[in-house]
């Protein structure tokens, strides 16, 4: 992870940034998704600048992004340590005012948290880490994935409603950008998928060549053959397809060649 | 794909479970049918990404040796997971 903030796991002021225009926002994020060699890295940019954007002198905000991968709440960015503890919290509840953003999809803000009567359990700890309101803004991804920025203040109306519509108008440009990073990061994972894929059967079918012309026998049995030595020494299939290519032509690296 | 007759009932029963077991793998592990089907065919699998769901699904039955395949495939991507 890149960035963390010095003053981590603090709820205490921290100088104000320079204001930033929205267009300089919009550029900010173009930059992002160009500069974050993965999504995690994008996101946590993301935190960074959502946090040092709203924070005041008086009202640090603490900012953190819970995506849901593999149908679990996993708290994959923050600005800070605070922020993250905050957010793994809420996921092991299970529930908060951000999981409920994110299943929903629409924008919650919790202005005081000594008054909430919702997610009882978990806002009573969250109050005992210090935080007094809690704004939380889906980013609309399409289906891609789903994704939620999880602000927190120590004060309790610690977001105006100013604030609030700069962090949607914030989470929607930055889901634009997030969509495009997914998109990028999906297909050069195919692409890599498929190269090794590509490497393994060359090998695998090899040996599967090798086997049957030493046993006469089919291309299923051959397989079996494969199949059953990989499962009894706990052995990948491509290791022992390698092997058996050795052990007949002492050759220890079989390239598949394709133009990228 | 069906093959009438000469298999007895029992060994198809048998093919059913396991098909039903390996959906359910599938279903648990969360994998996505892609990342599946490239490293299937990546040890020599020989069925295209649609039969494979379909199969997945129990929608189709397909040899022997495919299904073998298709579960080693699971597992070595399990264990590439867990490391």
């Known amino acids: 992870m890149t960035a963390q903030d010095s003053s981590a796991g603090s709820f205490e002021a921290a100088p104000r940034e320079v204001p930033q225009s929205v267009s300089n926002i919009e550029l900010r994020l173009q930059e992002m998704v160009l500069d974050s060699r993965d999504v995690v890295g994008f996101l946590t940019d993301l935190a960074v600048v959502a946090s040092s954007r709203l924070s005041s002198p008086d009202n640090r905000i603490h900012s953190g992004v819970t995506v849901i991968r593999r149908k679990r709440a996993e708290a994959v960015a923050s600005s800070d340590a605070a922020a993250h503890a905050l957010d793994e919290l809420q996921n092991s509840f299970g529930d908060g005012p951000c999981l409920t953003a994110l299943r929903a999809g629409t924008t919650v803000l919790v202005s005081d948290l000594a008054v909430e009567r919702r997610w009882g359990a978990y806002l009573k700890v969250a109050s005992e880490h210090g935080v007094s309101s809690i704004l939380a803004v889906p980013l609309d991804l399409a289906g891609e994935a789903e994704a939620v920025l999880n602000l927190y203040s120590g004060r309790s109306n610690g977001f105006s409603e100013d604030d609030v519509s700069t962090v949607e108008a914030f989470a929607s440009q930055a889901a634009s950008s997030l969509r495009l990073v997914l998109r990028i990061t999906q297909l050069s994972e195919a692409r890599n998928d498929l190269a090794s894929a590509m490497q393994s059967r060359t090998v695998i079918d090899m040996a599967v060549g090798a086997i049957m012309a030493e046993n006469r026998c089919s291309r299923d049995t051959a397989f079996q053959i494969l199949t059953k030595a990989s499962n009894t020494r706990n052995i990948k299939l491509r290791d022992v397809a390698a092997s058996v290519i050795r052990s007949i032509s002492g050759e220890q690296q079989i390239v598949t060649y394709f133009d990228e | ?83």
């Open chain 2, 1 to 83: 794909m069906y093959t009438d007759g000469g298999e007895g009932s029992e060994q198809r029963d048998r093919a059913a479970e396991e098909r039903r077991g390996t959906a359910e793998r599938f279903r648990k592990t969360d994998l996505p049918l892609a990342k599946l089907w490239t490293y299937y065919y990546g040890i020599g699998g020989g069925i295209d990404e649609v039969s494979l769901d379909a199969y997945l699904h129990e929608a189709l039955d397909i040899p022997a040796a495919q299904v073998a395949l298709i579960a080693m495939a699971m597992t070595e991507l399990m264990e590439g997971e867990a490391s």
